[in-house]
């Protein structure tokens, strides 16, 4: 009796799941944590494969097969929480800015946000929903360094109405680049005077979040993805997008052979790694020549054959694939394999579902 009644408090004190949706332009994934006692454990995962060009260079052009595929895809996930953290991304429509600004509190900050941002963001600033976290004391005396995001309101109204329309509530809007940064703190210890790029390569866009001793310096997004594969393999073998995505998931397709698709994406690999070296080059310039010590890969083209090894031969970097689940407890009800298979593509989603309401 007495212990009934504890647990039903707890339950009632307890902060609410969140459903982690990341709406990518080839994949919505839907991740639910449960959180006790600062252990996570899984509750529910779905991924729903998109047709293409229903979201082109992250935007919803068709929201009525969007809104209807993250209606499926929670229904035969079995998900009953309606809170929701999604997240936006892309150059065009995110800023995320390290600037020093003079010292004040966070309530000062707050009051005045907009004036101190206006410099800083590319973007209308009427256009923008401004968010900022204080780091610390800046290098400069009477000076701290503050993060600074902006993202386009009407990015934000895109995304927010296809989750409303599918009967969800939106409670939190992230940016995919720090929902890698909080997939990481759930599953790797901080390494200090360590470079650790996140990096998250879907099918139209990169996102890298480099720390630093566990600390964001560097953000960048690109509009290179995995998409780029599929287009070379259908122009080198003439065959439809499906049947390159067939080749890509190493599914054999009549008349072309698997050494030549290997030799084919072996080649393609190279627009993505140079967009990533690219990145690189800017964290090197930004800082003192700093070199990145490590890559944890997440996103489909993660999944795509030697791809991982090509970029760390190529970009001269250690390559990790994302382990979204190492620190997660997964109930026996899931399939393991499955999970081991599709897990660097939920690394947003696991990131995305850790947020809570209130949280920072
Ligand atoms: N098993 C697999 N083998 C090879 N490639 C795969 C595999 N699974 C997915 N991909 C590729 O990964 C990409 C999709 O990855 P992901 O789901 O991370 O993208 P997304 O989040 O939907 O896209 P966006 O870039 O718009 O955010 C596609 O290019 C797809 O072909
Ligand atoms: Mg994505």
Same mark, same amino acid.
């Given at each position: ?107 000062? $900050? %707050?009051? +005045? !946000?907009?004036?101190? @941002? =206006?410099?800083?963001?590319?973007? *209308?600033?009427?256009? #923008?929903? $401004? %968010?900022? +976290? !204080?780091?610390?004391? @800046? =290098?400069?005396?009477?000076?701290? *360094?503050?993060?600074? #995001? ?211």
């Amino acid at each position: 009796m007495h212990d009934d009644r504890g647990a039903s408090k707890i339950m009632l004190l307890g902060k609410k799941d969140i459903i982690g949706l990341d709406i990518g332009s080839k994949h919505i994934k839907a991740v639910q944590l449960r959180e006790n006692k600062g252990s996570h454990r899984l509750e529910r995962l779905g991924i729903t494969t998109l047709q293409p060009e229903l979201i082109v260079d992250g935007s919803i052009l068709d929201s009525t097969h969007v809104v209807n595929a993250i209606k499926e895809l929670v229904s035969n996930t079995d998900i009953k929480a309606k809170d929701v953290t999604l997240s936006v991304s892309g150059h065009s429509s995110v800023i995320i800015k390290r600037v020093s600004l003079p010292q004040m509190t966070e309530d000062e $900050l %707050d009051e +005045q !946000i907009q004036f101190e @941002a =206006e410099q800083y963001i590319p973007f *209308d600033i009427e256009d #923008v929903s $401004l %968010d900022f +976290q !204080i780091l610390g004391p @800046a =290098e400069e005396e009477n000076m701290m *360094d503050v993060l600074i #995001v902006a993202v386009k309101k009407d990015k934000i109204n895109e995304y927010v109405t296809v989750v409303r329309e599918a009967g969800l509530n939106p409670v939190i809007v992230d940016v995919d680049a720090f929902a890698l940064e909080n997939m990481y703190e759930l599953n790797y210890d901080v390494k200090e005077g360590e470079n650790i790029a996140l990096v998250n390569i879907g099918a139209s866009m990169i996102n890298i979040n480099i720390l630093k001793g566990g600390i964001s310096v560097f953000t960048r997004d690109s509009s290179v993805g995995g998409n780029l594969l599929t287009e070379a393999l259908q122009k080198e073998f003439t065959v439809s997008y499906t049947n390159a995505e067939k080749l890509k998931q190493k599914e054999s397709v009549e008349g072309v052979s698997e050494e030549n698709v290997k030799v084919a994406l072996n080649t393609a690999f190279e627009d993505i790694i140079t967009e990533i070296s690219r990145s690189f080059d800017y964290f090197r310039d930004t800082t003192n020549y700093e070199n990145v010590d490590e890559i944890i890969l997440s996103g489909g083209v993660a999944l795509t054959n030697d791809f991982a090894q090509s970029l760390s031969e190529r970009a001269g970097v250690n390559v990790n694939v994302a382990e979204p689940f190492k620190n997660v407890n997964v109930p026996e009800t899931f399939d393991k394999e499955y999970l081991k298979k599709v897990s660097p593509l939920v690394s947003v989603a696991v990131g995305l579902a850790m947020r809570r309401v209130g949280d920072k």
